[in-house]
C-alpha cells in the first residue's frame, strides 16, 4: 500500500539477510544530506571554530622552550598576529580577551598586504588547525568522531572566503555562496590524522619550519650503561624530521616497555637548528636528565644525551646542515677534473682486449685517436717480466667518444684483432674483478703448495743422508720459480721417500737393541727407488750401513717375506708405467686374438683365420682338466 507521501516497496537487506519493507520518502534524500554534513560550528561543534579557546602557536615563531615560547589563546588570535611582523602589534593582539576584538585590531595592521594575504593565510591557518589538534588530545578526538561528514562553515556575516554567506549568492556548497576554505582545510588535517604519522610530520614541517631534507645529514650515536652500542648506530641522510617510538613505522623504532606509539621526534629547524619535541609521551622525554614538556622544541647541541622514558638507553646526535652544498662542492670538483668524472661513471671508459705482445700506451693512443678525448690509458704489466698482460682499460670524457671506441670492434693493431666492450662497473685498472679473484685463487694455489712442501721438508733434520734441508731449499726455489707440477710433485716424493728411509732406520734401530724381531710396516714400505738408493750406498760402503741398518743379506730376506705376504708399494711413477703395460698387453691380446669390444667376451670367427681358430681350439682342450680317478670309478661300475 503506497503511502501518502512515498511509496511502499521490498528491498533485500544483506545484513537480515531478507527482504525488508521500506517506505520511499520524499524528503529522506534531503534529510540525508542534512544528517552528513556539519554547517554549524557552534554548540557540540563548537570545536571546529577558529573562535573556540584552544592554545596554538605561531609557525616557526616562538616554539621552543624559555621565552621563546608564545601561545595564543585561539586560532583567530594566531590568524592575526601573523598579519605582521612588529612585536607591539603581536602584543596587542595576543593581550585581546575576545578573539573578535582581535579581529577588528587586524584589520588595522602595520603593512598588512590585503591581495597577498589571502594565499599566505591558507598555509598559515593549516598550519593552526594542525596544531590545535596536535596538542589537543580531546578535540583531536572530536574530530575524528566527526566521520566522513562534509565540514561547511556557514556564517551570516558575509564572509564568503573561509566559509559559506547564509541567504544566497552564488558559489557551491551549502545554501548560499562561498569557498569554504575552513571546512575544507579541517577535513583535510582530520584525513591526515586518521594516518597517525603523516599528521605528525606535516605538523611538525609547518609549526618548527623544518629544513629542506636534502640538506640534512644525522649521525646517531648510542650507548646504554656507559657503554656504546655500534650495532644500534644509525645515519640519516636526506632527513630532517626523525620519529622515535614503539611503532615500526618510525625511523627510530624502541621496543622498550616504557615508550609510546609516537614517542618523540627531532626536527632539523630552519629557524633554531635541531630540536628535541616530546610528543606527549606518557612517560616523557629527556634531555641531559631533564624532563621536556609535550610539544616544546628544545635545542640540541653535540653534547646532549637523551632519553626515553625509563629505558637505560643514551642517543646523541650529530648534525650537518650543509649537506647539501658538500655535495654539490663534490661534485664540482669531479666535473672539474676529469678522471674523476670518469672513475664516477664507470660508463665513460672501454675494456681492450687480445692486445699483440709488444704492445705500449702510445698504440692504445693512436688506435682511439679519432674516437675523441682520451683521458687515460691504464696498460697492465706482469709484476715479474714487467711485459704487458694483454689488455688495457681506456677513459673518455664523452659518451660519444666511448660510443665511436665500440665501433673499432674487431679492427686490426699490430697484426692482432683488438676486441673492445664497454667496460664495467667493477672492472678497475688491473683488468676487473673477475681477473683479480683468479690471481687471488692463483696465489692461494701457491701459498697450499709452499705449505705442503714446508710440511713435508722440515727445517732441521735428523736424516743420516743430510738432503732435508737441500730439498726444502730447492723444492722451495721451484715453487717461487714456478716450475711444473710433476717437477715439484717428483720433490716431494723424493722427500718422502727420505723420511720413509729414516723412519725405517730409527725401527730397525730400536727393534735391535731391544731383541725383537724386525717387522716392516707396510704403511711406511719403501718405494723402488728408496730401495735402489739404498742399494747403492750399501755397495759403496760395503754391504753395511752405519746409523742403526743392517747388511744387505738380512735386508734381502726381509724383501722376500714382504713380497710373500703380497703387499708391495710402488711409486706413483711405478704404478703408471704397470698400468700402461697392463693396458698394452691388453690391446695386444685383443688384437691377436680378436675380442668382441663389445663386452660379450666371444671371440669373432669372422676376423679370426683358421690357423688361429685351431690354436684356440687346441688351448681350449689343452686347458680342459682330466675326468677325477673317483669319478672314473663312477663310470665304469654304472651298467
Known amino acids: 500500500m503506497a503511502g501518502l507521501d512515498g511509496v511502499d516497496r521490498r528491498v533485500f537487506d544483506p545484513d537480515k539477510r531478507g527482504s525488508v519493507r521500506i517506505l520511499d520518502d520524499p524528503g529522506a534524500a534531503a534529510r540525508r544530506l542534512v544528517c552528513s554534513r556539519i554547517t554549524a560550528f557552534t554548540g557540540e561543534h563548537e570545536f571546529l571554530s577558529t573562535l573556540s579557546k584552544s592554545r596554538v602557536v605561531l609557525p616557526g615563531e616562538g616554539v621552543i622552550e624559555g621565552d621563546k615560547f608564545v601561545v595564543y589563546p585561539t586560532v583567530e588570535h594566531a590568524l592575526q598576529a601573523a598579519k605582521s611582523t612588529d612585536s607591539e602589534y603581536r602584543l596587542a593582539i595576543l593581550v585581546c580577551k575576545d578573539p573578535l576584538e582581535a579581529k577588528r585590531r587586524g584589520a588595522k595592521a602595520p603593512g598588512w598586504d590585503k591581495e597577498g594575504w589571502k594565499t599566505k593565510s591558507l598555509a598559515v591557518m593549516e598550519a593552526l588547525l594542525r596544531d590545535k589538534f596536535r596538542r589537543h588530545k580531546g578535540l583531536r578526538a572530536q574530530l575524528l568522531a566527526t566521520g566522513t561528514k562534509n565540514l561547511i562553515y556557514e556564517n551570516e556575516h558575509n564572509d ?38 603523516l599528521a605528525i610530520l606535516f605538523w611538525a614541517k609547518q609549526i618548527f619550519r623544518a629544513l629542506p631534507d636534502a640538506k640534512v645529514h644525522v649521525d646517531m650515536s648510542v650507548m646504554r650503561d656507559g657503554a656504546p652500542l655500534p650495532e644500534a648506530d644509525l645515519s640519516f641522510d636526506r632527513k630532517s624530521i626523525i620519529t622515535f617510538g614503539k611503532l615500526a613505522e618510525n625511523d627510530v623504532p624502541v621496543a622498550h616497555p616504557s615508550t609510546s606509539r609516537f614517542h618523540a621526534l627531532i626536527v632539523a629547524s630552519e629557524p633554531y637548528g635541531p630540536l628535541l619535541i616530546d610528543l606527549e609521551a606518557a612517560n616523557g622525554t629527556f634531555l641531559d636528565e631533564r624532563r621536556l614538556e609535550p610539544f616544546k622544541g628544545a635545542l640540541l647541541t653535540p653534547t646532549s644525551i637523551a632519553a626515553l622514558g625509563t629505558s637505560t638507553r643514551r642517543y646523541t646526535f650529530t648534525f650537518d646542515l650543509f649537506a647539501d652544498a658538500k655535495r654539490s662542492l663534490a661534485m664540482y670538483e669531479i666535473l672539474d677534473n676529469p678522471l674523476k668524472l670518469a672513475a664516477a661513471r664507470p660508463e665513460l671508459g672501454v675494456f681492450v682486449n687480445n692486445l699483440p705482445k709488444d704492445v705500449t700506451e702510445e698504440m692504445v693512443l693512436d688506435f682511439f685517436s679519432e674516437c675523441g678525448t682520451v683521458l687515460s690509458v691504464s696498460l697492465p704489466r706482469h709484476k715479474t717480466t714487467k711485459e704487458p698482460r694483454g689488455f688495457a682499460i681506456v677513459l673518455f670524457g664523452t659518451e660519444a667518444a666511448v660510443v665511436a671506441a665500440l665501433k673499432l670492434d674487431r679492427d686490426p693493431m699490430g697484426g692482432s684483432e683488438v676486441r673492445v666492450k664497454r667496460r664495467k662497473k667493477e672492472e678497475g685498472g688491473a683488468g676487473g674483478a673477475g681477473r683479480g679473484k683468479v690471481s687471488e685463487d692463483g696465489g692461494k694455489r701457491k701459498e697450499e703448495q709452499r705449505r705442503n712442501v714446508d710440511h713435508y721438508c722440515p727445517s732441521s733434520s735428523s736424516s743420516s743422508l743430510g738432503g732435508g734441508g737441500e730439498l726444502k731449499t730447492t723444492a722451495a726455489a721451484a715453487v717461487a720459480a714456478g716450475t711444473s707440477g710433476a717437477d715439484r710433485s717428483r720433490d716431494t716424493n723424493k722427500h718422502m721417500h727420505h723420511r720413509d ?33 739404498r742399494k747403492r750406498e750399501e755397495e759403496e760402503e760395503g754391504g753395511t750401513v752405519e746409523g742403526g741398518r743392517w747388511d744387505a743379506r738380512r735386508r734381502h730376506s726381509s724383501r722376500s717375506r714382504s713380497r710373500e705376504g703380497g703387499y708391495r708399494r710402488l711409486s706413483p711413477r711405478r704404478e703408471m708405467e704397470r698400468d700402461d703395460r697392463s693396458r698394452e698387453r691388453g690391446r695386444e691380446r685383443e688384437r691377436d686374438r680378436g675380442y668382441d669390444r663389445g663386452g660379450t667376451g666371444k671371440m669373432r670367427r669372422d676376423n679370426c683365420s683358421s690357423s688361429s681358430r685351431s690354436r684356440d681350439r687346441s688351448r681350449r682342450s689343452d686347458r680342459r682338466s682330466p675326468t677325477p680317478p673317483r669319478r672314473r670309478a663312477e663310470r665304469s661300475r654304472s651298467p
Do not use: M, T
Open 501 to 533: 728411509e729414516e723412519y725405517q732406520g730409527r725401527e730397525r734401530g730400536r727393534q735391535r737393541e731391544e731383541g725383537e724381531p724386525y717387522r716392516r710396516s707396510r704403511s711406511r714400505s719403501l718405494s723402488s727407488s728408496g730401495r735402489g738408493r
Open 160 to 197: 564568503q572566503f573561509w566559509g559559506i554567506c547564509k541567504g544566497g549568492g552564488k558559489g557551491g556548497g551549502g545554501s548560499g555562496g562561498g569557498h569554504n576554505h575552513l571546512g575544507l582545510l579541517l577535513e583535510k588535517v582530520r584525513a591526515d590524522e586518521k594516518e597517525g604519522l
